[in-house]
């Protein structure tokens, strides 16, 4: 019964659920032209892909007083709910626990965008795109960020960007077939995500990652950072 169930429920509530979004955010647009014309301090937001590193810049932030989140979609087998700040499964759509968990079921994406939007203003993401990343409006985020106010920072992790066709270091390269063979295969699909936030960004920081990167806006450097803190506490 559970599918059936299911399928019940996305077929009655997608028209509903898609038309409130709409109405959602043509509100959220408006609300946020008020209140970015007031000139306040940015709010950031970090997600959702599960790298480590988007925690520690997000803590990094907060401490020079901005609002800042990681929202992540899973964790990495490393890593657990205490890693990051916020899951998309944690969400509350309508406050009706029986009724959020189908629309997060479904929907997840869509909400995640939506939180994120009406909260935040600078969104942190990497090559693999953002919380749209998975709908059919992917190709359609950065421009409905834009609409909206929001500014685009896009960060290398080294799966959403090493297409092997373009990597120089020949050594590199051999190193990333003895252990992921397989990732060969999507250079394409990876060029294509490259070449839509190459475009759209406002800014691109890559590390030493730029391979037939089409532009980068900080001089590379190695941007990923081990917190000392933490690692101090482990070995005592």
Known sequence: MKPII????????SPMF?????ALWLATLLERRIIRSRNEKP?????????????????????????SVTLMKWT?????????DLFTDELKVTGLSF????????YAPYIAFT????????FHHHFYGGFLSQTILKKLEA???HLMGCKIVITGVGGDFYRYNKIVNNSLLTGFLLCYPDQALYDNER?????????????IMNGFQVDALGRWDVMPFNMVCIEKQSIALQTV
């Open 18 to 22: 898609f038309l409130g979004l709409g």
């Open 115 to 122: 939180f994120a939007i009406k909260n935040y203003d600078i």
């Open 191 to 203: 060029q294509k995500r490259i070449n839509y936030w190459v475009k759209h960004a406002d800014c």
């Open 76 to 84: 990495q087998v490393y890593q657990n709910r205490s890693t990051y």
């Open 143 to 145: 421009q409905i960020l």
């Open 99 to 106: 009724l959020d968990k189908y629309l997060v079921f479904f």
């Open 6 to 13: 299911l399928s019940l429920f996305k077929l009655l509530f």
């Open 43 to 67: 709010r950031l937001i970090w997600g959702d892909h599960p790298l480590q590193n988007n925690q520690y810049w997000s803590n990094s932030l907060k401490k020079c007083d901005y609002k």
